[in-house]
Nanobody, 125 residues
Framework: HVQLVESGGGLVQPGGSLRLSCVASGFGADIYGIGWFRQAPGKQREGVSCISDSDGTYYADSVKGRFTISRESAKNTVYLQMNSLKPEDTAVYYC???????????????????WGQGTQVTVSS
């Protein structure tokens, strides 16, 4: 049974940090691209970051320099470290598995077959 489970969301003040985790089960998180999408109220789901099976990384312009994606293969886990958070980062964050990172890079959430349940990130003072 293929499954992704996110955790680590919460309420943080502007300028603060959070680390999201995505634990994969039923498959090896190091043989697929694992990406993060986010969806704010009233907006479409957008690709944020991805790490490929060869550990190549991608970041959307809106988060470049603030977010860092990494993988811990021994724990079958991908992390998204989010620093210097802004109110516009407020959204539900979803991790997703795909063969490469193309769905994240080209912002095609409809191409994703395996999703986590999502974790809420709220940036507010």
């Amino acid at each position: 049974h293929v499954q992704l489970v996110e955790s680590g969301g919460g309420l943080v003040q502007p300028g603060g940090s959070l680390r999201l985790s995505c634990v994969a089960s039923g498959f090896g998180a190091d043989i697929y691209g694992i990406g993060w999408f986010r969806q704010a109220p009233g907006k479409q789901r957008e690709g944020v970051s991805c790490i490929s099976d060869s550990d190549g990384t991608y970041y959307a312009d809106s988060v470049k320099g603030r977010f860092t994606i990494s993988r811990e293969s021994a724990k079958n886990t991908v992390y998204l470290q989010m620093n210097s958070l802004k109110p516009e980062d407020t959204a539900v964050y979803y991790c997703a598995a795909e063969a490469s990172c193309s769905a994240v890079v080209h912002n095609l959430p409809g191409a994703i077959n395996v999703w986590g349940q999502g974790t809420q990130v709220t940036v507010s003072s």
